[in-house]
C-alpha cells in the first residue's frame, strides 16, 4: 500500500523553470527520501532528510518536511531537460528499514 | 552508477516457470532489500535481509522467496510465474547501523516478462 502520495501526478514545465513536487503521507515517519527514475531504468537517489529535519539543501534541489502537516516537498531549481523524469517520494517508518513509494510524479522539462 | 548490481538485466520466461534474481549490495552494506514496480502496484517492499539474517517482510507471496549469502549477496526466487509477476525486480542496499535511517541504494533492476 502506498504510505506516500506525490501531487502533481504530471508536471510540464518549461526549461529553466523550478518545479516543485510534493509528497504527503500518513504515518510517523524516520525520515523520507526522493528518488529519480528515468524512463523504467533504476532508482537514483537524490536526498534524504530525516523527521528532526525541516530542510535539506543539495546542489538544485531543496526538500522540506513538515511533520506536523505529514508532508514534503521537493523543489528542482532552473530544471534542465535532463531533469525529465519520474520522482518519488519513499519514507521510512519505525525500526523496521522499508521504504515505502508514492506512485510518483511524471516531470517533463522543456528545451 | 550506486554500486549495486543485479543480474539478469532481463529475463523473459514462461508461466509455471521459476526464475533466479541476483543481487550483489554496495561494498560494507549489510542490508539487502527487495522491490518489486508493476504498473497497477507501484514500487512494493518485498523483503530485506540484513547480514544473512531475514529482517522484515512486505507484500511477498509465498511463491516468492529470498535469501542472502556469507558473502552478503542475495537472490530472489520466483516461482510458478504467473502473467501478473511481470515486472521490475528491484534491490536495494544500505549499511544500517542504524535502524534503518541510512540512504538506500538501488541496482538497475531486473525487467521480468512472463508469457
Known amino acids: 500500500s502506498q504510505q506516500g502520495e506525490e501531487d502533481p501526478q504530471a508536471l510540464s514545465i518549461q526549461e529553466g523553470e523550478n518545479a516543485t513536487m510534493n509528497c504527503s503521507y500518513k504515518?510517523?515517519?524516520?525520515?523520507l527520501q526522493w528518488y529519480r527514475q528515468n524512463s523504467g531504468r533504476g532508482l537514483v537517489h537524490l536526498i534524504l532528510i530525516r523527521s528532526n529535519e525541516r530542510e535539506k539543501h543539495s546542489g538544485r534541489l531543496r526538500v522540506t518536511l513538515d511533520t506536523s502537516k505529514k508532508s514534503s516537498s521537493l523543489l528542482i531549481t532552473a530544471s534542465r531537460a535532463a531533469d525529465t523524469a519520474s520522482y518519488f517520494c519513499?519514507?521510512?517508518?519505525?525500526?523496521?528499514?522499508?521504504?515505502?513509494f508514492g506512485k510518483g510524479i511524471t516531470l517533463s522539462v522543456r528545451p | 552508477d550506486s554500486g549495486v548490481t543485479q543480474t539478469p538485466k532481463h529475463l523473459i520466461t514462461a508461466t509455471g516457470q521459476r526464475v533466479t534474481l541476483r543481487c550483489s549490495p554496495r561494498s560494507g552494506d549489510l542490508s539487502v532489500y527487495w522491490y518489486q514496480q508493476s504498473l497497477d502496484q507501484g514500487l512494493q517492499f518485498l523483503i530485506q535481509?540484513?547480514?544473512?539474517?531475514?529482517?522484515a517482510k512486505g507484500n511477498i507471496l509465498e511463491r516468492f522467496s529470498a535469501q542472502q549469502f556469507p558473502d552478503l549477496h542475495s537472490e530472489l526466487n520466483l516461482s510458478s510465474l504467473e502473467l501478473g509477476d511481470s515486472a521490475l525486480y528491484f534491490c536495494?542496499?544500505?549499511?544500517?547501523?542504524?535502524?534503518?535511517?541510512?540512504?538506500?541504494?538501488f541496482g538497475p533492476g531486473t525487467r521480468l516478462l512472463v508469457l
Open positions: 535481509y540484513y547480514n544473512g539474517e531475514e529482517r
Open positions: 536495494a542496499s544500505s549499511v544500517d547501523v542504524s535502524g534503518g535511517q541510512e540512504t538506500q541504494y
Open positions: 504515518t510517523s515517519i524516520n525520515n
Open positions: 519513499a519514507t521510512g517508518t519505525g525500526a523496521n528499514s522499508k521504504l515505502t
